[in-house]
């Protein structure tokens, strides 16, 4: 697994993880990796250190760190493209991994979802080929 510090033309800073290396480039020259706050397309890898995945069971856990960096005074019309996307996605909780194991699947509809999924949760999907976005802690918050 890959974890790559990534920054859009707009200078939005934010982490993506990739099966390898090739899986990014090819994500990358089909447009498929695009900035969570702004949408754009046009992403340079960022220089960063290495994270090593040493295998489970050695090291516990960590929490991960917000994703996106949002500046203090949030523009409103950014504001108000996250309420839209908000406003279409259904909050399924702590069953967000269940849910997206269900559709990448076909077991159920594919549909907009938002939820919390555990670190381990997390690097299961993305194992899988199941594609998720880490949201900005921004979203935690009621959205003014």
Partial sequence: M??????????HRFEGWFASEDEFQGQLLANLVQCPVCGSAHITKRLSAPRLNLGAGRFPLAAPEPVVQLP???PAEQLRLLRQILARTENVGERFAEE???MHYGEKPERSILGQASPAQTLELLEEGILI??????LKE???
Avoid: G, M, N, T
């Fill in 100 to 102: 997206a194991r269900s």
């Fill in 142 to 144: 009621p959205l003014h």
């Fill in 2 to 11: 890959k974890v790559l510090d990534l920054q859009c033309a707009q200078a």
């Fill in 72 to 74: 203090s005074e949030f």
């Fill in 133 to 138: 976005l880490p949201l900005p802690d921004i």
